[in-house]
């Protein structure tokens, strides 16, 4: 199989890419802006170009046109930045990715899409359902549903050109994925990342952790492997199991409130080898979210998959539990960065 991967250098592509080359005998098409991941992966298989979807059009529909599945991964997922950036997130996440959604439509190629958890948003639901809750967003002055808003329609989109216009495809939605390599810890210096790296940043340079509002938000977090080998599965798609499919792919039961994960991250690092001796670590501080985000971002409080289509259909289910996962990606950041 020949598979093009946009954004092949972020976080889910470098897993995945690292993945595919591994364990199975596919060819990788990839584009990144940067190569900072993927340049420990040397491989014939592996073919490389340094680029940007929203300028390098041609070489994209050339590769779209040469490979059997697309995997378009090229988006900004940071909350901060939907709130501070919110037409940028419109211009990459929705712009750039329609107009590669309409090439692979154009050329009737596999679009393994990653929509996203917080389409969701602030769904009643106990635990979202792919096929029957409502997507929820605030009211349009509450600028981070930008990012749900953009993705939802972009959902629909393939959606309908998979049903009217047989577009094979298949929708993800990894729920709080983390692991090593997840943000870079420069990006949390400027307290700019998502929440586990920013915890890590705030460990590694005893820097107070902030919990916004009081951190009794939920979240599920799932370590990369797990998305991966999902992924994987999705991919491999197997008597076509996951056409016009859209799955959760996360672990309802690593949930937890953002105050505990914040003792339990300091609890772990406190242990860490390099860090038992330490005498002092990062305070646990409140902040209001208005302080920390600004007045236009909302929160969500609950995040909790129903992961029974992923189990049913992909013969699949998470293996890494909270607080191993929390260790191999503390791990993974110590060794990188001291
Ligand atoms: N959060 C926090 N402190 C931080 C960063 C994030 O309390 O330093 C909270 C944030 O308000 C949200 C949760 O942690 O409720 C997860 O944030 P993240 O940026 O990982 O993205 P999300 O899960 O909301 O997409």
Redesign the pocket.
Same mark, same amino acid.
């Given at each position: 199989m020949k598979i093009l991967i946009l954004g092949v250098n972020g976080f889910i592509g470098y897993h995945l890419t690292k993945e595919i080359l591994a364990t199975t005998d596919w060819e990788v098409y990839g584009m990144d802006i940067d190569d900072n991941r993927i340049n420990e992966l040397e491989n014939s298989r592996l073919h490389f170009v340094e680029g940007d979807i929203e300028i390098n059009k041609e070489w994209i529909e050339y590769n779209i046109k040469k490979c059997d599945t697309v995997m378009p991964l090229v988006a900004i997922?940071?909350?901060?930045m939907y709130v501070e950036n919110p037409l940028r997130v419109f211009h990459l996440d929705f712009e750039a990715n329609l107009d590669i959604i309409k090439k692979c439509a154009k050329y009737k190629k596999r679009i393994v899409f990653p929509s996203t958890?917080?389409v969701y948003g602030i769904s009643p639901d106990a635990e979202f359902d792919e096929d029957k809750s409502p997507l929820c967003t605030g009211p349009i002055n509450k600028e981070r549903w930008i990012y749900s808003a953009s993705k939802q329609l972009l959902d629909r989109v393939i959606w309908a050109y998979g049903n009217h216009e047989n577009l094979p495809f298949t929708l993800f939605r990894p729920f709080?994925w983390i692991g090593p390599k997840l943000d870079s810890i420069e990006i949390a210096k400027e307290?700019s990342?998502?929440?586990?790296t920013?915890?890590i940043a $705030?460990l590694l340079f005893k820097k107070p952790? #902030?919990?916004?509002?009081g951190?009794k938000?939920m979240?599920c977090f799932t370590y990369i492997s797990d998305g991966i080998a999902a992924l994987i599965k999705i991919l491999k798609n197997e008597n076509n199991i996951c056409n016009k499919q859209i799955i959760n792919i996360g672990n309802p039961k690593n949930n937890i409130s953002?105050k505990d994960l914040?003792y339990l991250m300091r609890d772990i690092f406190s242990k860490h080898e390099k860090h038992k001796n330490d005498k002092e670590f990062s305070q646990i501080m409140e902040?209001d $979210?208005k302080e920390?985000?600004g007045e236009s #971002?909302q929160?969500?409080y609950n995040?909790k998959p129903s992961i029974e289509k992923a189990k049913k259909m992909l013969n699949w289910e998470p293996t890494v539990d909270l607080e191993e996962a929390l260790k191999l990606a503390i791990d993974a950041f110590i060794n990188e960065y001291e």
């Open positions: 997922a940071t909350p901060k958890s917080e709080n307290g990342s998502r929440v586990v920013q915890f $705030s952790i #902030y919990l916004v509002d951190g938000q979240r953002i914040a902040i $979210s920390f985000y #971002y929160d969500i995040r």
